[in-house]
């Protein structure tokens, strides 16, 4: 089993930055990829970025530019700074690993999720 705890969202005003992380433990045999989702009121859940095991990102055009996504493979973390927040980044982040477990298989594992609220 793997499981993934989020952590660094909370409150900040427009303008601001935040930085969340993402650790993955557990039953771990590979990480193919990692990346970080997110979901506002009302709305269906959206792509914010993804990194791969060899470092490819890809970003939604509406935050490309001002968050960027890293990865900490020793660590088994995944991270997502976010700069030049808006109102409209509100929403709940989560966290998302895909990759084989360790006698378990493939898996494609979500986190708990963490709220980023970005006041105007």
């Known amino acids: 089993q793997v499981q993934l705890v989020e952590s660094g969202g909370g409150l900040v005003q427009a303008g601001g930055s935040l930085r969340l992380s993402c650790a993955a433990s557990?039953?771990?045999?590979?990480?193919?990829?990692m990346g970080w989702y997110r979901q506002a009121p009302g709305k269906q859940r959206e792509l914010v970025a993804a990194?791969?095991?060899?470092?490819?990102?890809n970003y939604a055009d509406s935050v490309k530019g001002r968050f960027t996504i890293s990865r900490d493979h020793a660590k088994n973390t995944v991270y997502l700074q976010m700069n030049s927040l808006k109102p409209e980044d509100t929403a709940v982040y989560y966290c998302?690993?895909?990759?084989?477990?360790?006698?378990?298989?493939?898996?494609?594992?979500w986190g708990q999720g963490t709220q980023v609220t970005v006041s105007s």
């Open positions: 998302n690993a895909q990759g084989v477990s360790a006698g378990w298989g493939a898996y494609d594992n």
């Open positions: 990194i791969t095991s060899d470092g490819s990102t």
């Open positions: 557990g039953s771990i045999f590979s990480i193919n990829a």
